[in-house]
């Protein structure tokens, strides 16, 4: 195929009626870039000491999950796999930064051995339920219409339309984990990008097949969470005038 061939197909899939330019489908892919941005941003500008460890290490596994989401969800989403796999490397990259900083003034991480062992006994469990899940959601839907309705459901338990959202929650987990960090050391782009794309994937949570009421809720906690640092970044700006007169 040529070029022009290319550009059409591009200028068709923008101008689409169903998932172009003027739907949710386009915006809350796009809303996601500004996450890219953020950490390209910061990297760029800013010090390590600004950098998140525990914001960034979820960072990473959220958009490791949610390139499969992009590629499973209706309809299939180029755009949100695109930003998902350039934020994954802008992140490592973050914590690259980050682990470097850490070693060279003699301070750890915030993560203690314990939390090491829990993270790999996670990954085993995953990796055993991934070869077992079938059998698994086989044998638990034969328990029930009750259990058989969550099991069997299009975003149930069995499903990346689960965990893709269910990761998200460490986002706002880690917002909350921060409630007190020095605001000095709060990245304003980044939590801007986060009440953003919160805002508008709240909505876009409801336009997608399936629906996802999970991808809802955690959107809205996360835009709540990231305008409240926010906040206190206006808060603490509005103080420096003052302290100094």
């Not at 923008?14 to 996450?35: D, M, R």
């Not at 801007?192 to 629906?211: D, E, H, K, N």
Request: glycine fraction near 8%.
């Amino acid at each position: 195929m040529t070029w022009k061939t290319y550009a059409r197909r591009f200028w068709a899939a923008v101008v689409c009626k169903e998932h172009g330019w003027k739907t949710t489908h386009f915006w809350g892919p796009a809303a996601n870039w500004a996450l890219v941005g953020s950490a390209v941003y910061d990297g760029l500008n800013f010090g390590p000491e600004m950098i998140s460890p525990k914001m960034t290490a979820t960072m990473c596994v959220y958009s490791g999950l949610f390139m499969r989401f992009a590629w499973m969800v209706g309809p299939r989403n180029y755009l949100l796999f695109a930003c998902h796999f350039f934020n994954f490397f802008a992140q490592l990259n973050q914590m690259r930064r980050c682990i470097a900083y850490k070693q060279s003034i003699g301070e750890d991480l915030g993560f203690t051995q314990e939390d090491m062992y829990k993270v790999g006994a996670g990954v085993a469990v995953a990796a055993v339920g991934l070869k077992f899940a079938p059998a698994l959601q086989n044998g638990l839907a034969s328990m029930g219409e009750g259990v058989k309705s969550v099991v069997m459901h299009p975003a149930g338990p069995f499903t990346i339309f689960f965990w893709a959202p269910t990761t998200k929650w460490g986002l706002s987990g880690s917002n909350i984990a921060d409630y007190d960090r020095p605001v000095d050391k709060v990245s304003t782009s980044q939590q801007l990008s986060l009440a953003a794309t919160g805002l508008i994937w709240s909505r876009y949570s409801f336009v997608i097949t399936p629906v996802n009421y999970n991808l809802f809720l955690v959107n809205f906690v996360l835009a709540c969470t990231s305008l409240y640092h926010v906040a206190r970044k206006v808060k603490a700006y509005q103080e420096i005038p003052a302290a100094s007169a």
